[in-house]
């Protein structure tokens, strides 16, 4: 459990919940409230005690599933009082190693699409509190601990200064739990971004390799499991962006601001969810690109097979069309006949090997002018 008290551009992490719950705590700022979903499941009682001081509400029972559930998919939902998003990011690591009583499940496929497997990150925004529950490795959660410390040093001296710009913002420490939770969020889908150069580094070199004319592919269940991890990539990257445009569609429709400053914070949560939608697009984009590849790639895969499979049966019936006469020939001089023409000259085995090889080579001649032997150039 990481406990962040965030004041201005003054970030401070707390070792337990029980300070916070006392009278006028974190009476200027906000809380990050970062869990696993063990460390969720056994404080439960003492995080919804802090939700009900400090908001005067508590989760309700069926997002607290939610947040509890591994298997969820991406999607938001809300109440009077907070919201809910869980959004589903890259695995940190592989899955567990099997035990020595397990046997190894062998997988194929290269290590870059062994790692399309996603767990659910679940968000509770409050007006004062920003609830997230990791999985058990918490990754994404120290990565931007470690940057939001980062960012709090960085500002001291200068917290007065106006932020003019989203862009002046970004390396700022977030202004409340929307901005904070929507910063996490845009780091998951920076994962999914770098995952996509090295899926497009793969597919390349399975697509050279399919379309080279010399090699032989064999390693068919490598891409049809790479298909299927796009797919699932495509899935989950569309759950993504429903998500955050329902959101988007919740922000919209909250009554405008009076005051310039609330109305200027609005304005930036606004900018950085729509940042963070076009950061998903352009993974779904990239991702159904992929796919597309990966499906142009086999069929001229087929269809360079098919042509060369073509070249050769070309080549196979002019040489039999160029043996037909010969044999043809030699068929009329095996008969069992008494008196056949040449057959009792002295040189009429020549004249007959003559003529056939006369035969042969003008029919070679005309396959060739009309490109019949020509080689296809691939």
């Known amino acids: 459990m990481r406990i962040f008290e965030i004041t201005g551009s003054q970030v401070a ?82 899955r567990a190693a099997p035990s020595a009583s397990e046997p190894p499940t062998a997988r194929s496929g290269p290590p870059v699409l062994r790692r399309v497997d996603t767990r659910p990150v679940g968000f509770a925004v409050f007006d004062r509190v920003l609830l997230s529950v990791h999985p058990e490795d918490g990754a994404v959660r120290d990565v931007y601990a ?82 299927q991890s796009l797919h699932h990539l495509d899935e989950i990257c569309e759950d993504q962006r429903s998500a955050v445009q329902d959101w988007i569609d919740a922000m919209e429709t909250l009554p405008t601001p009076e005051l310039p400053t ?50 050769i049966m070309r080549v196979l019936t002019v040489l039999t069309a160029i043996f037909l006469p010969l044999n043809l020939i030699a068929g009329i001089f095996g008969m069992n006949f008494e008196f056949i023409p040449l057959v009792h000259k002295a040189d009429g085995f020549w004249i007959a090997m003559g003529s056939m090889g006369v035969i042969a080579v003008a029919l070679v001649l005309v396959f060739w002018r009309k490109r019949y032997l020509a080689r296809t150039a691939h």
């Open 13 to 94: 992490e707390h070792d337990a919940l029980a300070p916070l719950a006392l009278p006028g705590a974190c009476a200027n700022g906000y809380l990050w409230l970062s869990l696993t979903r063990d460390e969720f499941r056994a404080s439960l009682a003492d995080v919804q005690g802090i939700l009900q001081t400090l908001c005067g509400t508590q989760l309700v029972d069926l997002h607290v599933s939610d947040l509890l559930n591994d298997q969820l998919p991406s999607h938001y939902d809300y109440t009077s009082q907070y919201d809910v998003l869980v959004f589903r990011r890259l695995a940190a690591s592989q």
């Open 262 to 311: 609330e109305l200027r914070e609005r304005e930036l949560i606004m900018v950085r969810s729509r940042d963070v939608l076009e950061h998903i697009e352009r993974v779904v984009h990239h991702v159904r690109r992929l796919e597309q590849n990966a499906e142009t790639a086999v069929q001229m895969h087929f269809s360079v097979q098919s042509h060369r499979a073509n070249d």
């Open 146 to 227: 470690a940057k939001l410390m980062a960012a709090a040093r960085s500002d001291r001296g200068d917290a007065a200064a106006p932020a003019l710009d989203v862009r002046a913002t970004s390396a700022r420490v977030p202004t409340g739990p929307a901005d904070l939770m929507l910063r996490v969020v845009n780091q998951i889908v920076d994962a999914y971004l770098d995952l996509r150069r090295e899926l497009t580094r793969q597919l390349d070199h399975w697509q050279a390799e399919l379309i080279d004319p010399r090699s032989r592919f064999t390693n068919w269940s490598a891409l049809m499991e790479a298909r």
